[in-house]
């Protein structure tokens, strides 16, 4: 996009176009690129070095880069880095060109108003205008009139980036009405106005690359400004940006330098821009103004250890330059998303920070969905108890950023289902716009997610009595108004209300009554539904119960998959859910992997101890009811279900045969054996059984006794130390088989799970047997024994049902109800009682009404039979078959609706042409299915394809036959009758063949899976029945009525809804402890293996291997580079060094003259010593002066003073 605008355009309304048209969103940082115009070429490592910081600045941050627009000189390397960034990834980054309208070349191809405009960046060379760069993202095209000359963008230019530096910029909002007002709703409708700031506008940083003279003066008017303006040099870019950094190196404080380093840098500035003395010393004092504020300017120079990219030096000058404090730098950096440069540059030693300003940051880090930021946080003292507030944990719920969900859509679905008779306050299926999600929806909504009868903290009773104190009085009444208010069903009777009462006392003056004791366990659920995985996983290292917090995420992500998909959303959204489950299930099975490998009886208390903070339930039942498959088929899920099966009994081969020897012949269950509890500490255990067993049981002393005979015997038999190590643990053995009374060994034996499969297996086995008797047999006007016997059965089975529901996990009556009919043989089961007491009450009538009780008999014995199949899972082999049996059922409901409409199509068409004379009645319809029905099984009524019809025929024997008239367009039949059987019998009959060839593989491919995941609930479920199958029943439920009345009255027993009915392990908190620090434990150890698997991998090793390859091939590079320099240098050198010995030579050669000319003028002198002279002394003065005047004369006579002006006077 581009706009051309006048010169003196107002900067807010192009920010306003920016902005609104555009629609482009406020930085959070602005980068002003200045340099060289001129075309100049950067060393290949700093152009690298600096396209890559410079995308890396602008995208974390989310930064605007202002550059001249032009293709020459530095823009064209910020192009060039643009173009590596946009062959990359898709995200463009916001780059603004504001180029002078006069020298862009192609001016008329860009006129236009509302255009789109194609334009040619092919540069002529011939032209002095410039064209624009195509990997800009926005221009803007300052026009003054004139053409060919820069300046026209400059002022406009400065004056945009001082309006948006003026800007504020949030680091978040609150999610109410717009983003711009912070305004806050409160619980009773009103709304005031919250700021939530950084305290200052945008910032901008200029960044300089290469450049001539004005480029300084333009870092000195941005040090100058108000507030100044931090600038970054690119050392070794050349010109400009090397003389600031030379200049920066070596300045002293106050902008002085040395004087000799003065004259060098006065000659470096003349030769870099040719310029006279004068021009470079004016020059030199607008450089040393620049000095005078050095602490704004940052050097950015390759290989140094303070800065290793260019993106750090940008930010760190920032925050140098921003003059901020502590926590405004850390929310500029967390607007920035850069956790580096909040560690090393803000979290320093010694550093002040206000109270409350980092718990600030942390709510700020989470909404924002930094995940390093709230890392940071918590390393540097964050305490996750003290933050996390109720107030604040709903405010993370109701905000508006992040990745999108599906909460919304949740707490609307929700809040129809818990109130139907308000409907009409959701204007038509939706939430008010106002509508603030509070906890109670939460715990709704994870209720809903979790399913059965799951209990979230924040629905109970506690919880909802401290909200409403919290918030004030007048929050129930609003709900009341909404329709919305509390659910929790009344009591009767005075007792229980004042019990309640005094349960949810709550003490308001209590500074942690606003805390959570666990943390991380209510941010990872938040993080989960708003489908912020990579802060959930985060969450998830975090805290106690990491396998629970794992399969509690699990399960939400499924179940929100299946809310999305039913909604008819986006297929993405449920894919991502699914996605984020099955990492949350990979891990659970890893850490239970892991901790097995450590500790195998920990591990199996870790599977079964009661999680007080995930509705009481334990990690298996977690497991199986996020349908985690992996997780329940695992070795150490798998040996604690066999231990739960067998219960105490102690058999490994032939168990079934064992057992029904025990069943039948009850004396035989002495010659059994049995394990004791020391064998089995990790065992989970029903409350009742826990409460008994809390009570003493018999004394030790018996026990003491035997002890030390153990002790005796082993002194006695202390020579041979392997034989009396193995007799040793035989006495053991027997010892712990004679401790066990004969009462207890009986009741350990009828409560075995196993026990009780087998004996209801021998009663229904014995039912099927005279339910056989009954209907083969006449059926007399009055019961029989046998019939009446199975009256009984079938009556006593629907008081079972009936306990089921009542016993089954807390909550209310409908929800009972509602988890109960979720089981499949649940529903067939009621449905066969109903129908089986239909028939009894017309057995009992007179005819005809005591036949048609027969047929009902007759019909309901098909069920009884079938039922036979949910036996059959016990085995390894018949289970699975019986699951394929159930997904080839759904497969073929679909198939009858395909083959439904191709035999209507047919039937109907039959029917109209061969009687098209018909009487209305309910036989036609029958007639419609009847024949083309058996004709899918291959029985085609041959003789009524194509009947005889019309004129009479006579036989051989000569009589006459009459053949009916013939049907008009009976000709049609048999044509449309041959596509039928083509359709039914061939296509769709060999496709209904396919689909359930692809079922059988796809479950026999996880048949062993599905075996041991089904062995769960065929264990819990005989696990949690009676001893006694039906009708015998009756009696175990009277004695269930009896214990529980005694248990009121003896007072062993708590509010209803808090007892525990499931099968679970209850430890002391010592014990509780200790599982917990061997789970930290086995996450540490799991992290660690995890780690050195990814560093030890191919794809690690190769990346790393790449990386240093590609550093040795830059520093091989470099090598490359001085070498050529060196090789440049010596050759100048060789030259330099020829020259000298070429005026050494010729030095030699004159010296070698003059000294011929003093021995020539030395015989001269002796020759004339000889003559006659009056005075001698004289006449030798006399002759050396004349001498010296001669030889300099000659001297220079002899030496050219063209050839050596040195030697010239």
Request: aromatic content about 10%; glycine content about 6%; hydrophobic content about 40%.
């Amino acid at each position: 996009m581009y706009v051309r605008v006048s010169f003196d355009t107002k900067p807010d309304l192009l920010l306003h176009l920016m902005t609104k048209e555009w629609q482009l969103e406020l930085p959070k940082l602005l980068i002003s690129v200045h340099g060289g115009l001129q075309n100049f070429e950067l060393q290949p490592k700093l152009k690298q070095v600096f396209g890559k910081g410079l995308i890396k600045a602008a995208m974390t941050t989310g930064a605007w880069i202002f550059t001249g627009g032009v293709n020459t000189g530095v823009i064209r390397h910020v192009g060039d880095a643009l173009k590596d960034h946009a062959s990359k990834s898709r995200g463009k980054i916001c780059t603004i060109g504001i180029a002078p309208w006069g020298i862009v070349e192609n001016q008329e191809d860009l006129i236009g108003r509302d255009v789109v405009r194609p334009y040619q960046t092919m540069s002529n060379p011939m032209s002095k205008l410039t064209v624009l760069n195509s990997m800009h993202s926005h221009f803007i095209l300052a026009d003054n009139g004139t053409t060919g000359k820069y300046g026209a963008e400059v002022k406009l230019r400065r004056q945009l980036e001082k309006h948006i530096s003026l800007q504020k910029i949030n680091t978040r909002c609150l999610p109410f009405f717009s983003l711009d007002s912070r305004l806050f709703y409160s619980f009773w409708g009103s709304c005031q106005l919250d700021p939530i700031g950084i305290g200052q506008g945008v910032p901008v940083v200029a960044l300089i690359v290469e450049g001539g003279p004005n480029v300084i003066s333009i870092v000195l008017e941005y040090l100058r400004d108000t507030p100044p303006v931090p600038v970054v040099v690119c050392d070794g870019s050349g010109r400009a940006s090397d003389i600031l950094a030379f200049g920066h190196k070596y300045s002293e404080e106050g902008g002085l330098i040395n004087e000799s380093l003065r004259d060098q840098l006065l000659v470096t500035i003349q030769k870099t821009f040719t310029y006279t003395r004068t021009q470079a010393q004016h020059l030199f004092i607008i450089l040393m103004e620049c000095m005078k504020k050095k602490e704004l300017i940052t050097v950015f120079r390759m290989g140094s250890e303070g800065h290793q990219d260019i993106d750090l030096a940008i930010l760190t000058a920032l925050l140098k330059g921003a003059n901020a404090s502590a926590p405004d730098q850390l929310s500029l950096a967390l607007a920035w998303n850069r956790v580096d440069i909040a560690r090393s540059q803000i979290f320093i030693y010694g550093q002040q920070w206000p109270v409350g300003s980092l718990e600030q940051a942390m709510l700020d880090a989470l909404v924002l969905d930094r995940v390093d930021f709230v890392k940071l946080l918590i390393e540097n003292g964050v305490s996750m108890h003290r933050f996390l507030t109720i107030s604040r944990l709903e405010e993370l719920y109701n905000t508006r950023h992040g990745p999108s969900n599906t909460l919304y859509h949740l707490v609307r679905d929700v809040k129809k289902r818990e109130y139907p008779g308000f409907g009409w306050i959701y204007f038509k299926g939706n939430l008010p716009p106002d509508y603030r999600i509070s906890l109670i929806d939460i715990g709704l909504v994870i209720e809903y997610l979790m399913g059965g009868a799951y209990r979230c903290n924040y629905t109970r009773k506690r919880f909802r009595t401290l909200y409403h104190n919290l918030f004030g009085p007048k929050r129930p009444k609003a709900l009341k108004l909404l329709g919305m208010e509390d659910d929790v069903p009344l009591r009767r009777g005075r007792k229980t209300t004042k019990k309640r009462e005094e349960e949810v006392d709550i003490d308001l003056d209590d500074p942690e009554i606003n805390h959570f004791p666990f943390p991380f366990h209510e941010l990872m659920v938040w993080a989960v539904l708003m489908k912020r995985q990579k802060m959930a996983l985060f969450f998830w290292q975090h805290g106690e119960e990491a396998m629970a917090k794992a399969l509690v995420a699990c399960k939400l992500c499924k179940a929100m998959a299946h809310e999305a998909s039913e909604n008819d959303m986006v297929d993405d959204i449920s894919q991502e859910l699914n996605h984020n489950s099955r990492d949350f299930g990979q891990l659970a099975v890893e850490l239970l992997d892991q901790s097995y490998k450590q500790d195998e009886q920990l591990a199996m208390k870790l599977l079964t101890y009661e999680l007080k903070n995930w509705s009481n339930a334990t990690c298996l039942q977690l497991a199986v009811a996020a349908k985690h498959r992996d997780f329940i088929a695992h070795t150490c899920s798998q040996m604690l279900l066999t231990d739960m099966w067998m219960g105490r009994l102690r058999m490994r081969k032939n168990s079934g045969l064992k057992v029904i020897l025990g069943i039948l012949l009850p004396p035989s269950i002495l010659s059994l054996e049995f394990k004791n509890k020391d064998d089995m500490p990790y065992m989970s255990q029903a409350q009742e059984i826990h409460l008994q067993e809390k009570e003493p049981e018999e004394p030790e002393k018996p026990t003491k006794e035997k002890d030390e005979e153990d002790m005796e015997l082993t002194a006695m038999l202390g020579r041979n130390n392997g034989e009396s190590s193995r007799k040793k643990d035989e006495e053991e053995v027997q010892s712990r088989h004679r401790l066990i009374p004969l009462g207890r060994k009986i009741y350990e034996f009828y409560n075995a799970p196993i026990v009780k499969f087998w004996f209801y297996t021998l009663a229904y086995i014995g039912y099927l047997m005279l339910f056989n008797y009954i209907v083969l047999v006449k059926m007399e006007r009055w019961p029989s024994t046998q019939e009446w016997i199975v009256i009984s059965y079938i009556f006593t089975l629907g008081i079972e049902k009936m306990r089921e529901i009542l016993m089954s996990e807390p909550g209310k009556l409908l929800q009972k109800v509602k988890v109960w009919l979720q089981e499949y043989w649940n529903v067939t089961d009621l449905i066969a009682i109903l129908l089986f007491s239909v028939g009894m009450i017309l057995r009992l009538q007179d005819q005809p009404f005591r036949s048609d009780g027969r047929v009902i008999y007759c019909v309901n014995i098909i069920y009884w039979y079938i039922r036979l199949l949910d036996i059959f899972g016990v085995n390894k082999y018949l289970g699975p078959y019986v699951m394929m049996i159930g997904k080839m059922m759904i497969d073929m409901m679909y198939f009858v609706i395909i083959m439904l409409v191709v035999l209507m199509s047919f039937g109907v068409a039959r029917q109209a042409i061969l009687f098209p004379n018909e009487e209305p009645s309910w036989k036609l319809a029958k007639n419609i299915f009847y024949m083309p029905y058996w004709m899918i099984y291959g029985e085609v009524f041959a003789d009524q394809i194509d009947p005889p019809c019309g004129q009479n025929e006579t036989r051989e024997d000569g009589k006459i036959i009459q053949l009916p008239p013939c049907k008009t367009g009976a000709w049609i039949v048999p044509a449309i009758m041959a596509c039928y059987l083509l359709v039914a019998n061939i296509l769709l009959v060999n496709l209904l063949i396919a689909v359930f060839n692809n079922t059988f593989f796809e479950v026999k491919s996880i048949s062993n899976q599905v075996w041991k995941f089904q062995r769960y609930q065929l264990i819990m479920t005989f696990h949690e029945r009676p001893v006694l199958p039906p009708p015998l029943i009756i009696f175990s439920h009277m004695t269930m009525i009896f214990q529980h009345l005694c248990c009121r009255w003896r007072k062993h027993e708590s509010d209803p809804d808090e007892r525990d009915y499931g099968l679970k392990l209850f430890i002391t908190d010592d014990e509780l402890k200790k599982v917990h620090d061997f789970e930290e434990q086995c996450i540490e150890e799991y992290f660690r293996e995890k780690d050195d698997r990814f560093n030890s991998s191919n794809d690690e090793r190769i990346r790393v291997t790449s990386e240093r390859v590609e550093n040795m091939s830059m520093r091989l590079e470099e090598v490359n580079e001085r070498e050529h320099c060196m090789k440049a240098s010596l050759q100048t050198v060789d030259i330099r060094l020829a020259q000298l010995e070429d005026l050494i030579g010729r030095m030699a050669t004159a010296l070698e003259r003059l000294t011929g000319l003093e021995r020539a003028e030395s015989n001269k002198i002796r020759s004339r010593t000889s003559s006659d002279c009056t005075d001698a002394a004289y006449i030798v003065r006399q002759s050396s002066f004349n001498s010296q005047e001669g030889n300099t004369f000659k001297l220079q006579e002899s030496i050219d003073p063209a050839e050596h002006p040195f030697y010239s006077v």
